[in-house]
């Protein structure tokens, strides 16, 4: 059973910057990624990482976003800069310790964190 934990959640103004981290129990994560959640919508892909190196942002977000990982930590991070409020969600990290082939949809993984809450106001 892999665990995640995420942080880096927060209330933010518009404008502002947040780092999200989730940091996993196993070191064998071959697929992760993060997703968000708004009230009333479906849970939706934000961006996906690989250990061999790949990675996959959604068509919905811009460069505003930045997924990275560090394989010694065992943690994935996502950079959100210039904050709007329609970002305003949980955050939510899933992890796999196989290759998904759609890494951005939720389906395909095994593993959720149990969310952070990013909330940006105007």
């Known amino acids: 059973q892999v665990q995640l934990v995420e942080s880096g959640g927060g209330s933010v103004q518009a404008g502002g910057s947040l780092k999200l981290s989730c940091t996993a129990s196993d070191t064998h994560i071959l697929t992760w990624g993060w997703f968000r959640q708004a009230p009333g919508k479906e849970r939706e892909g934000v961006a996906a990482?690989?250990?061999?190196?790949?990675?996959y942002y959604a068509d919905s977000v811009d460069d505003r976003f930045t997924i990275s990982q560090d394989s010694a930590k065992n943690t994935l991070y996502l950079q959100i800069n210039s904050l709007k409020p329609e970002d305003t969600a949980m955050y939510y990290c899933?992890?796999?310790?196989?290759?998904?082939?759609?890494?951005?949809?939720?389906?395909?993984?095994?593993?959720w964190g149990q969310g952070t809450q990013v909330t940006v106001s105007s």
């Open positions: 990482a690989t250990a061999a190196g790949s990675r």
């Open positions: 899933a992890a796999d310790l196989a290759y998904i082939k759609y890494p951005l949809k939720p389906t395909g993984y095994n593993y």
